[in-house]
């Protein structure tokens, strides 16, 4: 059996170290039935008794940490170098009952691990098979709203459908989102943002009225980007290696950018409510100020207007490279800047000053003031269009033009 091999070969501590009638649970379980492996391990357990010694013990044996999750209830957690390991106690008489407190079907299928037999009160096998996401009860998505984003992110992950019954229900739901912790509405949302079959989803959510509970700004039209998002970030990961399996953070806050107001106050104040980091919202905020830049006339060719772009989007252009090519801004524009930036001796986008403040005062005989900012602003400009090369004839261009 698959799931008996899979303990044997993966299992981080010694089966025996627990007690019997533990069963293996969740998401583990449903993975293995799919053949779905992962290399770092994100395990629970569900023990008759005795969670917190049995854990601490566990903990000690392997050198491993250890921490208390909820006292209250008895759940804790073990950390091995590759794995993750959630133990809790068993509520109700039997595994059957704790079962039923689960959201979907396909998780709520046990493992009994001394018995090596499957506990399916449910019929979770037969929704694997039939790829569909299908609720025990409203009653348990009622309990925990958070579970209404989760059957959205399940059915992306898993490539799997949510049965019509079931997202009829998270419909009826989806005011009880208010009712939810912002950060655990993001640990959801981001799963969908950076997958790029995660924009299907949302686009689902937002027919379905949860987008729009989550971000009140969000419209329509601004779903229909997110997929271009996807298909440009594509793009842009063939062409240059920055963008990358790993980094999809310019991904997610492209993405932002469409779903939050258009009006950069606003969609700041969003951002704060949904707790989002501030380098999130200065990403997104960065990219809502500065993107229609992109189509001031002659932009393409005036290196004056690119290096004041540059200076103030900084390293925040990757972001809002993504965001403007989804906006139809010219392909070339973005190529050739994404080029600029890439290059670290470019001066229009990584500008190295030929002269210090210091310099133009000692030169001038003049004492600190807005002009020495502005001179070296002059300078930089005359640099980046090739009529000066170093410090000596910015000193003399200064003087010729009489600045």
């Not at 950076?194 to 949860?210: A, I, R, T």
């Not at 969000?218 to 440009?232: A, G, H, R, S, W």
Request: aromatic share 12%; net charge neutral; with cysteine.
């Amino acid at each position: 059996m698959f799931l008996d091999k899979f303990i044997v070969d993966n299992l981080p501590f010694n089966l025996d170290l627990l007690p019997p009638h533990s069963y293996l649970v969740g998401g583990a379980v449903r993975d293995v039935l799919l053949q779905r492996f992962r290399n770092y391990l994100d395990l629970d357990f569900v023990l008759p008794h005795s969670v917190i010694e049995i854990a601490k013990n566990i903990a000690n044996l392997y050198s491993a940490g250890f921490v208390i999750l909820d006292a209250k209830r008895n759940i804790v957690r073990v950390v091995f170098p590759h794995a993750t390991i959630d133990f809790a106690q068993q509520e109700g008489d039997t595994i059957e009952k704790d079962l039923t407190r689960r959201d979907f079907t396909i998780n709520a299928i046990a493992y009994d691990c001394f018995q090596k037999k499957i506990i399916d009160p449910f019929n979770g096998q037969k929704d694997l098979k039939k790829r569909i996401i299908r609720m025990i009860c409203s009653e348990n998505l009622e309990d925990d709203p958070l579970r209404l984003l989760r059957g959205y992110r399940q059915a992306c992950q898993l490539d799997f459908t949510i049965k019509s019954e079931t997202r009829k229900t998270i419909i009826e739901l989806s005011p009880l989102l208010n009712n939810v912790a912002k950060e655990r509405i993001n640990t959801e949302l981001s799963y969908l943002l950076q997958d790029k079959k995660g924009s299907f989803w949302l686009k689902e959510m937002f027919k379905d009225g949860l987008l729009s509970t989550i971000f009140n700004n969000c419209q329509n039209y601004k779903v229909n980007y997110l997929e271009k998002i996807d298909f440009y970030y594509e793009y842009l990961k063939r062409e240059f290696s920055y963008f990358n399996e790993t980094n999809y953070q310019h991904l997610i806050t492209a993405k932002l950018a469409y779903l939050t107001s258009e009006n950069p106050i606003i969609a700041e104040k969003e951002l704060i409510n949904l707790k989002y980091s501030r380098q999130e919202i200065k990403a997104v905020i960065t990219i809502l100020k500065y993107t229609h830049c992109l189509l001031e006339k002659n932009f393409i060719h005036d290196l004056s207007l690119q290096y004041f772009f540059f200076l103030s989007v900084g390293n925040i252009f990757p972001n809002l490279a993504v965001f403007a090519l989804a906006d139809d801004i010219s392909e070339d524009l973005i190529i050739m800047l994404l080029k600029r930036y890439f290059n670290n001796s470019d001066a229009v986008a990584h500008p190295q000053p030929l002269l210090s403040g210091n310099d133009l005062i000692n030169f001038l005989k003049i004492p600190p003031s807005a002009l020495i900012k502005q001179l070296l602003t002059e300078v930089q400009i005359a640099y980046i269009q090739g009529k000066i090369n170093d410090k000596n004839e910015a000193l003399q261009w200064i003087i010729d033009n009489k600045l």
